[in-house]
């Protein structure tokens, strides 16, 4: 059996500065960057399965990534709505998390060269915020969040493959 874990911790910031105030973000003092995702960690375990198989496990976690929040809302004439933002990636989408499984045979129908993987991703199924945005309810009009996850669902798969060439492993 054999495996690993990485832990990595990350910070990035960004200022904006002007005189000018209108130019001005978050009143030019720092605020996380969209890239700021302070913690993640990755697990992966393998074991071999004699005498041609593998498994493997692996495990990710991330913090969500900072976005800036609608506070409030104004309707002016005509019925246009007027989103107004909190401070500058003040808020954080939810966690990022991921179990993934898989299943490797080699040499299913030939001495050397081929395998067949079975996988699943996304193993709990997990709605995995990519990121927030805001609509218009059709009822009040007022702008209310959406998560837009992608791949928020098991994915199951078969792979076959076949190496042309190259070493006699």
Do not use: C
Not at 9 to 26: A, H, K, L, M, V
Not at 60 to 76: F, K
């Amino acid at each position: 059996m054999t495996g690993w874990l990485a832990y990595t911790y990350s910070r990035s910031f960004f200022t904006s500065q002007s005189g000018f105030s209108e130019e001005q973000i978050n009143q030019n003092e720092r605020f996380p960057s969209n890239y700021d995702k302070p913690h993640e960690v990755n697990f992966i375990l393998s074991r071999k399965m004699y005498p041609r198989g593998l498994f493997n496990f692996s495990v990710n976690y991330a913090t969500g990534r900072p976005v800036s929040a609608v506070s409030a809302s104004y309707i002016l004439n005509g019925g246009l709505v007027v989103p107004d933002y909190t401070n500058r990636n003040q808020y954080r989408i939810p966690d990022y998390f991921r179990v993934d499984l898989s299943y490797t045979v080699e040499k299913v129908f030939s001495k050397r060269g081929d395998s067949l993987n079975f996988s699943i991703y996304n193993l709990f199924g997990r709605k995995n915020a990519y990121s927030v945005f805001w609509q218009k309810d059709s009822d009040s009009q007022e702008l209310r969040p959406y998560r837009l996850a992608i791949l928020g669902s098991i994915f199951p798969s078969i792979t076959y493959s076949i190496k042309w060439g190259g070493s006699n492993e």
